[in-house]
């Protein structure tokens, strides 16, 4: 169990964290303190037990279509002039795997998801899982029981022609990858 306390990032992000987890510390010195910086303006924060948590949904044009704007993008290909596969979200991930490698520490993914009628949301999920298990980070899903657009419990054409499923590619996706990740 950890609490998340300081949400995309505030300037200046490292002095507030360290106030509160000097203030956390003086009630609860052992609960981990999951924190979401701006990995590309930030240091590490001084105290224990700190997990760092980036969210991704990288391109947000691929995984949030259709809830804005138009359906329109596959995965892998081109979406927004640049052509999006495996390799390129590992490119958007860049700025997170270089703080963990710079400062050793773990990483838990608080969120990542795709929009459930995006043309190849399973094949975006698995690309997405295998990078964060390449890494040794943590994740999870959003989200379970919310909106039906991300739930991997629902799938349709577009925002008003979602349906229950109790079956379907992506799910199939998480449940696989969480079977991998069990502890016994």
């Not at 590490?44 to 138009?70: C, D, E, M, R, W």
């Not at 629902?154 to 696989?176: C, F, T, Y």
Request: glycine letters at 8%; proline letters at 7%; charged letters at 25%.
């Amino acid at each position: 169990m950890g609490g998340d306390y300081l949400k995309e990032s505030a300037d200046p992000w490292a002095d507030i964290s360290e106030q509160l987890v000097k203030a956390i510390r003086e009630i609860d010195p052992d609960t981990p303190i999951i924190t979401e910086p701006d990995f590309t303006r930030t240091r590490p924060i001084a105290g224990k037990n700190i997990i760092y948590s980036p969210h991704f949904y990288s391109p947000h044009s691929y995984t949030h279509q259709g809830v804005l704007g138009q359906v329109r993008w596959s995965y892998p290909g081109v979406i927004d002039g640049v052509y999006w596969d495996k390799e390129q979200l590992r490119v958007s991930m860049k700025d997170a795997i270089e703080f963990q490698k710079k400062y050793n520490v773990p990483i838990f993914v608080g969120e990542f998801s795709v929009i459930n009628w995006a043309k190849g949301g399973d094949r975006y999920l698995k690309d997405m899982i295998e990078l964060f298990e390449e890494y040794g980070w943590d994740w999870t899903y959003h989200a379970f029981r919310e909106y039906p657009g991300w739930s991997v419990e629902h799938e349709g054409i577009d925002w008003h022609k979602i349906v229950p499923s109790a079956d379907n590619p992506r799910k199939q996706v998480l449940l696989e990858a969480l079977g991998r990740n069990r502890t016994e």
